[in-house]
């Protein structure tokens, strides 16, 4: 993954790739914790290339999600596919991370 | 019963195998009637029971007398272990007195077994059938009738072999090896692993010995042979088993395996050297009539037993445990705190309680492993699990009812009656989460099968769904933070509309049209959410409340005690008062 996490004025967003599960789901979440501002308001998962989540995975998401939460913020996703979707909604978290509606590039914090 | 005289070959084997019938299902009902018994107060009176040494060696005894078979009185102990009725210590020391035990009725009393097997089966089973007695002694009716089946089951292993020796060409295969001691140590191992019971064997010995066909030395061999046998076939009987109940084969295995070998290494040094042997000794000390001397070596084999039993002690737990570590399910299903809590202060205690129950909550993602992409564990392991935590779940209501017997102040009073409830909602979700699992399975193998990949991927997302949860759950169990519980909540919370469109989205498939194991784990997975709610720690209410406003729907964890009751009308919460009345 090439920048897998990008600072925009509120938040973060959060590139996340091929597989997430028990295998990687601590490492993936260790880094998001060091890369994200303490008062981050607004985390964006983009999973256009998330091609398999398991339950670690989603782990990572709820984690993340609450820290944005904890600061009355927010979390999205952005570019996932109908299968990740119908994961996200299974699992209950269509209410937790609801779906961003800009493209995350034009979000990005000017360099 | 009595059908060992004139067995001719078929029936001989329809026999030997309804005896293996009898004797794994009657050994099945007897472990699952002792879990269904094992409450702590009757746990803490078996210890009385055999709280020495000396104590537990005598119960040995006489359950080796009685059963007349080792390998019988090994998987009966094996139950009480597997039930955690008794601990393996004290097991240990039965088991080898059981052997012992096992000399007793063949030599100083006509005492015919099949009458006693009659007796346990008629009694348990009539009993069992017009539940006899107050409810909670149904368990032991059956486990009575149970026991009954096992030993009817050995009866009749032993009916359809016991022939074996009286065949034309078995006394002729005799006769052509001579006097050859080996021989006689591999036919007394070979007749052990058929005839379940060694005392039968010293009999038939005995004739042998009598008729000119083993010598002295070979009858010795034979019996000592008989001893290898028997750990050979506990193990092979007790091959399916794991953890405690392995260890107990092993140790049988190898305390008799052992005596065996010693005193076939005996005979054989003996014989080559010319020294006195055992049977020197005897004969010339006890008796020259051969029948007893094959008696008397017969009770110092079993007394060897015990003595290698006693000799090693307290290192036989060390040694058994490396040999056959107990399971995680075993661990589990062994309270770690409400056992050291005789004394305490009620406060004390309901914290001993509470980890308890947090054991078991932290138990909860395991049992969906089998039915995970990444777990590790079968169905079958899964199960254990869900039964282990189950029988943890039955120890902490026992202990909160003996808790509520005593004087409370408000707080430990409260404290206890929400414990209650969340136990309640405990193990509900253990068996929707176990029941889950299987109907999962079940349903992935039909979605496999009909190449449906919409029902595997909603199959995929409940279980990963529900996974999650459970390990959010045990995330907050164990830290409390309130934000963590507000998240869980919410993400449990409100899900009607979802359920409702997914069972709309299976009905209206084609492909899973006619899927009602479909709507049935998507159910199962419903209800398991919703249980989740019921389980969570109650601070998160509020924050969830505070950031969102669509909290309380989902648990509140029950402290205050007003906590809407389970669906299920005949595992209902109890209202406070109702619990509080004890207290």
């Known amino acids: 993954m090439s920048e897998p996490i990008k600072s925009i004025p509120d938040g973060v967003v959060v590139v996340l790739s ?94 | 019963m009595n059908t060992s005289e004139h067995l001719t070959t078929f029936p001989a084997i ?47 005894f006489i359950l080796g007398a009685l059963a007349q078979s080792s390998t019988a009185a090994s998987f009966i102990v094996t139950g009480f272990v597997s039930s955690r009725l008794l601990t393996l210590r004290r097991a240990l020391t039965m088991v080898a007195w059981a052997n012992l035990g096992t000399v007793v009725l063949p030599f100083i009393a006509s005492f015919d077994i099949r009458t006693v097997i009659a007796l346990i089966l008629g009694v348990g089973g009539l009993l069992a059938t017009f539940r006899a ?60 692993l058929v005839i379940q019971s060694t005392s039968a064997i010293v009999v038939i010995v005995v004739t042998f010995v009598n008729s000119g066909i083993l010598t002295d030395s070979q009858a010795a061999m034979m019996v000592h042979g008989a001893g290898v046998g028997v750990g050979a076939m506990v193990l092979l009987m007790g091959r399916s088993s794991h953890g405690l109940p392995r260890q107990l084969a092993y140790f049988q295995a190898i305390i008799n395996s ?49 003595g290698i039993a006693e000799l090693c ?61 990444d777990g590790q564990r079968t169905l079958a392991e899964c199960n254990h699990m869900a039964e282990s935590c189950k029988s943890l779940g039955a120890e902490v209501h026992h202990a909160l009812r003996e808790l509520s017997q005593t004087r ?19 193990d509900q979700l253990v068996t929707e989460v176990a029941h889950f699992a299987r109907a999962s399975l079940d349903e992935r193998r039909t979605s496999e099968t009909g190449s449906d990949s919409d029902g595997n991927a909603l199959l995929f997302g409940m279980t990963e769904g529900l996974h999650l949860v459970l390990s959010q759950l045990v995330e907050c169990d164990r830290n409390r933070v309130p934000s963590d519980v507000a998240m869980l909540l919410m993400i449990v919370s409100d899900r009607g509309d979802l359920m409702e469109q997914l069972r709309a989205d299976i009905a209206a498939s084609t492909s899973r049209g006619a899927r009602p194991g479909l709507q049935y784990t998507l159910a199962l997975f419903e209800r398991a959410m919703w249980l989740v709610g019921k389980v969570a720690p109650a601070n998160g209410a509020d924050e969830l409340d505070d950031t969102n406003g669509i909290g309380g729907s989902g648990g509140t964890g029950g402290t205050d005690g007003t906590d809407d009751t389970l669906s299920n009308p005949t595992t209902q919460a109890p209202t406070a008062s109702d619990s509080l009345q004890h207290a």
Request: net charge positive; charged share 20%.
């Open chain 1, 18 to 111: 091929g597989r997430l599960d028990s295998k990687n789901a601590a490492e993936t979440l260790t880094m998001i914790r060091a890369a994200m501002s303490p008062s981050a308001k607004r985390v964006v998962f983009d999973l256009t290339a998330m091609v398999f989540m398991a339950s670690a995975g989603l782990g990572v998401l709820v984690q993340t999600a609450g820290l944005a939460k904890a600061n009355g913020g927010s979390a999205h996703h952005v570019g996932a596919s109908p299968a990740i979707i119908q994961l996200l909604r299974i699992a209950g978290l269509g209410s937790v991370i609801t779906p961003y509606q800009v493209q995350p590039e034009s979000t990005k914090a000017p360099a």
């Open chain 2, 14 to 60: 329809a026999i030997f195998l309804a005896g293996l019938a009898f004797f794994f299902h009657g050994l099945d009902g007897v472990k699952e009637s002792l879990k269904s018994m094992a409450g702590r107060s009757l746990r803490q009176r078996i210890e009385r029971f055999t709280s020495t040494g000396a104590l537990a060696a005598l119960w040995g």
């Open chain 2, 133 to 192: 007695g107050r409810e909670f002694l149904l368990p032991a009716w059956r486990g009575l009738f149970m026991l009954g089946l096992l030993m009817l089951g050995l009866q009749f292993l032993k009916d359809a072999t016991g022939g074996i020796p009286d065949e034309p060409w078995f006394r002729q295969f005799a006769q052509t090896l001579g006097d050859s001691l080996v021989f006689g140590f591999v036919v007394g191992i070979a007749s052990r």
């Open chain 2, 258 to 306: 052992a005596a065996g070998a010693i005193l076939a290494l005996e005979v054989i040094t003996t014989k080559f050297t010319g020294l006195p042997s055992l049977l020197d000794l005897i004969r010339n000390t006890i008796t020259s009539d051969s029948s007893r001397m094959l008696a008397v070596v017969y009770v110092v084999q079993q007394a060897l037993c015990v």
């Open chain 2, 313 to 373: 002690g307290s290192r036989w737990t060390h040694w058994l445990n490396r040999l056959s570590p107990p399971t995680d399910a075993q661990n589990l299903a062994t309270p770690m705190y409400i056992d050291q809590g005789a004394g305490v202060d009620p406060t004390s205690f309901l914290d001993m309680i509470a980890r308890e129950q947090a054991r078991i909550v932290e138990k909860l993602p395991d049992i969906l492993d089998c039915v995970r992409s």
């Open chain 2, 408 to 426: 409370l102040d408000r707080q430990d009073a409260e404290q206890l009656l929400a414990l209650d409830i969340k136990q309640r909602a405990v």
